[in-house]
Nanobody, 123 residues
Framework: VQLQASGGGLAQAGGSLRLSCAAS????????MGWFRRAPGKEQEFVAG????????YNTNSVKGRFTISRDNAKNTVYLQMGSLKPEDTAVYYC?????????????????WGEGTQVTVSS
């Protein structure tokens, strides 16, 4: 399994960024996808998740109404549209994929992880 995240960078507070994660190695549409982040000096945090079909999505409270997760199973890609960015959104963002198929959970121990992409939000 390979997960390649892109789209990170520098944004101003109130701005937007869109992260993408291209997956390869197995049938993308069978697996739950997610985004986690780790800010400097903080614990790793679940940000958003989406079921294999895209029918169900989850967001952590701190990003509700600002971030939207989506997927394109034809392109083997999951997206995280981030809006109304805040300096506290600054972190390395990681794309994840469930190890088991049709498994709608986000326990970090049961996921594959990609390389992170840095998001920095200036005030």
């Amino acid at each position: 399994v390979q997960l390649q995240a892109s789209g990170g960078g520098l944004a101003q507070a109130g701005g937007s960024l869109r992260l993408s994660c291209a997956a390869s190695g197995r049938t993308f549409s069978k697996y739950t996808m997610g985004w986690f982040r780790r800010a400097p000096g903080k614990e790793q945090e679940f940000v958003a998740g989406i079921s294999w079909s895209g029918a169900t999505t989850y967001n952590t409270n701190s990003v509700k109404g600002r971030f939207t997760i989506s997927r394109d199973n034809a392109k083997n890609t999951v997206y995280l549209q981030m809006g109304s960015l805040k300096p506290e959104d600054t972190a390395v963002y990681y794309c994840t994929q469930s190890q088991a198929d049709y498994d709608d959970n986000y326990d970090p121990r049961t996921l594959y992880w990609g390389e992170g992409t840095q998001v920095t939000v200036s005030s």
